[in-house]
């Protein structure tokens, strides 16, 4: 790979800049990423770089008063090839959005996002070659025949091209991890595959993959089988022929209360490197690393129940955040208390009550979904605040509001 390779890249919402760095210091300073003149949004972006360290950035995008995904090719001194490009290549007004993109030794690139052509969120893909020239045409990835929910898809490939997707998915009533291997000319290897190995109805959420460079991969994602209110970090490893290299395991070993959220895992042929949010400190939400080996089989499984005495008051941030069209939101109280946990907008309007009821002591953790509200909000920022009263009605309140950010 040549010297200047891209170390990082910063991108803000709403508007798409970026940074180039290398060893010695920044190369290329903050630019703007989308070629539109308006003040149309854009959000979430993904990137990928190839051996050359030319690199692509992907985004969903509002200048056509619908989220569409459009991509940016550079060389890797940062120089502009093309112009912002459109991805998806329906022609209707529905929505795609939460894209992510990966590229192969030369250039070629792949990306995939959540489409809602069908009326139903799917997932689809479009390849390219290294000079941006479209591979055939929009292809959905899930092979369910229902109207289920697939959403935040995460894409990886090796050096050959050969790709693996994986996303949630809703088709058996509850969230789970799936994936889908691919060749590098786009054909399907096996069927949809369920990844995580619980038998119990509980979700699993926002996934996050990646190839070793000879195909064989890891997924991570986040995971409650061992408590609704404590989410846990699990990943899985396939070989390259797709069968899987043991089993579920856990990557953090935490105490009761506690949770993690957002993973997101980078491999090559030696290591693993996993990040994650991560809630220990109860302090607010912490930025966790782990590096390992291929052969690490994870933490212990070890479910300590705890004192729900040792539970202090708390109101977390919600987590995705940004987030569209779902955000989980976490609070604990030390008692049996009357709660109230409500959505405002900032004129201080209510839009939406997600408790309002007595609750045993414990930790909660509530998933705000502004599909099922009647009048659905827009894009902008909202506020939730916890109050809690308490039972005898004395005194002590306790309230507390934060801030998240809806995109569409």
């Known amino acids: 790979m040549k010297q200047n390779i891209l170390l990082f890249i910063f991108l803000v919402f709403c508007f798409s800049f970026a940074q180039i760095a290398n060893a010695q210091g920044i190369i290329k300073d903050d630019f703007l990423v989308n070629d539109d003149v308006g003040s149309a949004d854009q959000s979430v972006p993904s990137i990928s770089m190839d051996a050359a360290g030319n690199f692509v950035i992907v985004w969903y995008d509002f200048r056509n008063a619908n989220w569409d995904i459009y ?32 590229m192969d030794a030369t250039g070629n690139f792949v990306i995939v996002w959540d489409d809602n052509r069908n009326n139903n969120n799917d997932i689809y893909y479009q390849r390219y070659t290294s000079t941006g020239g479209a591979l055939g045409v929009n292809t959905k990835v899930n092979d369910d025949a229902g109207s289920d929910f697939q959403m935040y898809p995460s894409i990886s490939m090796d050096a050959a091209g050969n790709f ?31 990844v995580n190995d619980d038998i119990d109805s509980i979700h699993q959420k926002l996934p996050s ?41 856990r990557i953090v070993a935490d105490g009761p209360n506690e949770g993690e959220s957002s993973p997101v895992v980078i491999a090559n042929s030696s290591n693993i490197n996993f990040s994650w949010q ?33 539970i202090d008051f708390s109101l977390s941030q919600n987590y995705p955040n ?80 934060k801030k998240m950010i809806l995109l569409k």
Do not use: C, M
């Open 71 to 102: 991509y940016q090719r550079y060389s890797d001194a940062g120089t502009v090839l093309g112009v912002n490009t459109k991805v998806n290549d329906d022609t209707q007004d529905a929505s795609q959005e939460h894209p992510s993109i990966s």
């Open 278 to 310: 991560d809630n220990r400190r109860s302090e607010g939400w912490d930025i966790y690393s782990k590096i390992v080996g291929w052969n690490w089989n994870g933490v212990p499984t070890v479910i300590d129940e705890g004192n729900v005495n040792s």
């Open 164 to 194: 693996v997707v994986g996303w949630q998915d809703y088709r058996n009533t509850n969230w789970d991890i799936y994936i889908q291997r691919f060749t590098s000319t786009g054909s399907t290897l096996e069927a949809n595959t369920k």
């Open 322 to 401: 940004p987030f569209n069209p779902i955000t989980t939101i976490r609070f604990s109280i030390p008692e049996p208390q009357l709660v109230a946990l409500k959505v405002y907008d900032p004129l201080g309007n209510e839009v939406a009550t997600l408790v309002n009821e007595y609750k045993p002591a414990g930790s909660y953790e509530i998933e705000f979904n502004t599909s099922t509200i009647k009048h659905r909000p827009s894009s902008g920022i909202y506020f939730y605040q916890l109050k809690v009263y308490p039972a005898n009605g004395g005194a002590g309140n306790f309230v507390e509001t």
């Open 209 to 249: 993959i990646s190839t070793d460079g000879v195909g064989n991969f890891i997924i991570v994602w986040q995971d409650n089988r061992h408590g609704q209110y404590n989410p846990d970090i699990f990943a899985q490893r396939y070989f390259s022929n797709g069968n899987p290299n043991g089993a579920n395991y």
